[in-house]
C-alpha cells in the first residue's frame, strides 16, 4: 500500500506550528535577527512552549515523541519562515543530534543539560569538524582518555554552529575523537563536553556570510576533564554515532531548504502577478512561466524525496524495516538536491524581482546568503553526499 497523506496529528501540528511563526517570526523579524546576530530568547523559549525544540526525543526527557515525518514538518514550516535558515539550523541541530544525543546519555547529562535545552533555555550542538577538515571523520585529531574517574579530552573543534548561544545557557556538544588510534575508525568515541567546562577555550566567532542569527564558532579542549557518565554510548562506536547524527539531521536541512524555497516561489509569484513590463504583467509572458514551471516541478520531486526519506527513517527506527545505509543513500541524496534546488529558486527569483531583489529592502538576499551554508558544507559536503550516494548504489566494492 502507497499513502502519500500525513496524518491527521501531522496536519493539525502544521497548522499550529505554522499559525505561531506567522505572529512570532515574520520576515521583519529575520531581518532583525540576522542585522543583531541573534535569535532574541523569546523566541527560543517560545519554540520551546510551542513544544517545537528538541520534539523527537520522548516526553520524560522533554520531547514529544514526534515521528521523523512530524520533525520534518516542523523543519519545513521554521524554513518558510525565516528563510535564512538560522532559526531553522537552531532547531534541527537539537532536533538531530540532540535525539543521538539523548539517547546514549545517562540520567547525569539529560538532567543538567538536555532538558532545558527542549524549553528553549539551553543549547546542545554537536562537535565534529576539526581545523584540519570535517568531511574525513576518521581522521580527526581529538583524542579521550580514560583517568580512572572519568576522560580527559584534548582537541580542537571548529565551524561548530551555536557555540556562543551554549556558552551563553550552559549548553554543550557531543563531542567525537579517538580512544584507541590504532583501532581506526573503530576506535573512535563519544563524550558530551559542557563549553563552559574547565579547559574549554571559544577560539572564535566566525564572521560567516549568512545564516547571522546564530554563531558559527571554534573551541580548543586543553585536558578537559568530565566525569565517567558524560560519556555517550560505547567505547569504540563514536564514529558510527556520528553517522547517525548526521543522517537525522540531512533530513531536516533538507526540508528546511524546501521550506525557504516555498516562501521564494511565494514571494516572486506575488511580484509578477503585479509588476508590468511591456504593458502587461510578468506572469504572462511565457519566459517568465516556463522559468516557473521548471521551479515547481524541481520543488515537488525534492519535496517527495524528503518526506519519503523522512519515512523511510521512520521505519528504519521504528520497525528496523531499512538499514542505516539503505537510508544513508535517500539522506544523501536528499541533502545533495534540497540545498542546490532552494538557492538555484532564490537565484532565479531575484532575477524575476529585478534591481529591488539586489537590494536588502527585499529579504531574499538573506536566503541566498543563508543556503549557501547548506550547498557548501553544514551536515557535510555535497561531493560526500555523492560518495554515499555512488557507494550504496554501486556497491562498496567499487569505492576501493
Ligand atoms: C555555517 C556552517 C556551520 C557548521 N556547523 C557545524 C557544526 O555545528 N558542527 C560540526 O561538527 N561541523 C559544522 N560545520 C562543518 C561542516 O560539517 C563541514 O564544513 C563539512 O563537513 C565539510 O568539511 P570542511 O569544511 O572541512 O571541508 P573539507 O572536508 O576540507 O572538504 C573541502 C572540499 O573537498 C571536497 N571533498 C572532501 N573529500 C572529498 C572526496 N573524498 N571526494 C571528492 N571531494 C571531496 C568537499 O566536498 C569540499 O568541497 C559547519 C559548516 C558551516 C559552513
Redesign the pocket.
Known amino acids: 500500500m502507497v499513502d502519500f497523506s500525513f496524518t491527521e496529528e501531522q496536519d493539525l501540528f502544521r497548522e499550529a506550528v505554522k499559525e505561531w511563526l506567522s505572529k512570532n517570526l515574520t520576515l521583519e523579524q529575520v531581518r532583525e535577527n540576522d542585522t543583531k546576530h541573534e535569535i532574541p530568547r523569546s523566541l527560543m523559549e517560545g519554540l520551546g512552549d510551542l513544544g517545537l525544540l528538541l520534539l523527537t526525543l520522548p516526553e520524560e526527557d522533554g520531547g514529544s515523541d514526534a515521528d521523523w515525518v512530524t520533525a520534518t514538518i516542523g523543519a519545513e514550516e521554521l524554513g518558510y519562515a525565516d528563510i535564512s535558515v538560522a532559526t531553522p ?1 537552531f532547531y534541527l ?1 537539537q532536533a538531530s ?1 540532540g535525539y543521538v544525543i539523548n539517547r546514549l546519555a545517562s540520567e547525569t547529562v539529560k538532567e543538567a543539560y538536555i532538558r532545558r535545552a527542549s524549553k528553549g533555555k539551553g543549547f546542545i ?6 581545523p ?6 576518521a581522521g580527526f585529531k581529538t583524542v579521550i582518555k580514560p583517568d580512572g574517574k572519568g576522560w580527559v579530552i584534548n582537541g580542537e ?6 557555540t556562543a548561544e551554549a556558552a551563553e545557557m550552559n549548553g554543550g ?1 557531543f563531542v567525537s575523537g579517538y580512544t584507541d588510534r590504532a583501532a581506526g575508525h573503530r576506535g573512535m568515541s563519544a563524550v558530551f563536553v559542557p563549553i563552559n567546562q574547565e579547559g574549554v577555550e571559544i577560539t572564535k566567532r ?1 564572521e ?1 556570510m ?2 547571522m542569527a546564530i554563531s ?1 564558532g571554534g573551541f580548543k579542549m586543553t585536558d578537559v576533564k568530565v566525569p565517567k557518565e558524560y560519556q555517550l554510548g560505547e567505547t569504540g562506536r563514536g564514529f558510527y554515532y556520528t553517522m547517525e547524527g ?1 543522517d537525522a539531521a540531512r533530513v531536516l536541512v533538507s526540508a528546511s531548504c524546501i521550506g525557504a524555497a516555498q516562501r521564494c516561489l511565494e514571494i516572486g509569484m506575488d511580484y509578477i502577478k503585479e509588476r508590468e513590463a511591456f504593458g502587461q504583467q510578468l506572469a504572462k509572458y511565457q519566459g517568465i512561466q516556463f522559468d516557473l514551471a521548471d521551479m515547481a516541478a524541481h520543488h515537488e520531486a525534492i519535496k517527495s524525496l524528503v518526506y519519503r526519506t523522512a519515512w523511510m527513517l521512520d521505519q528504519k527506527y521504528k520497525h528496523g524495516t531499512f538499514s542505516a545505509l539503505e537510508v544513508s543513500k535517500y539522506l544523501g541524496m536528499c541533502k545533495y538536491l534540497a540545498p542546490h534546488h532552494a538557492l538555484d529558486t532564490f537565484r532565479r527569483v531575484m532575477y524575476w524581482l529585478g534591481a529591488y531583489g539586489y537590494t536588502k529592502e527585499c529579504p531574499l538576499e538573506m536566503g541566498v546568503r543563508g543556503l ?3 550547498c ?9 553526499q ?2 554515499i550516494i555512488a557507494r550504496e548504489t554501486l556497491g562498496r566494492d567499487w569505492m576501493k
Open positions: 539550523v541541530v543530534w550542538g554537536i562537535g565534529v569538524t576539526e584540519g577538515g570535517g568531511s574525513d571523520v573543534k571548529c565551524y561548530i554552529s551555536g556538544y566566525f560567516n549568512g545564516r558559527t548526521f549557501m551554508s547548506y557548501i558544507g553544514a551536515e557535510g559536503a555535497q561531493n560526500i555523492k560518495v
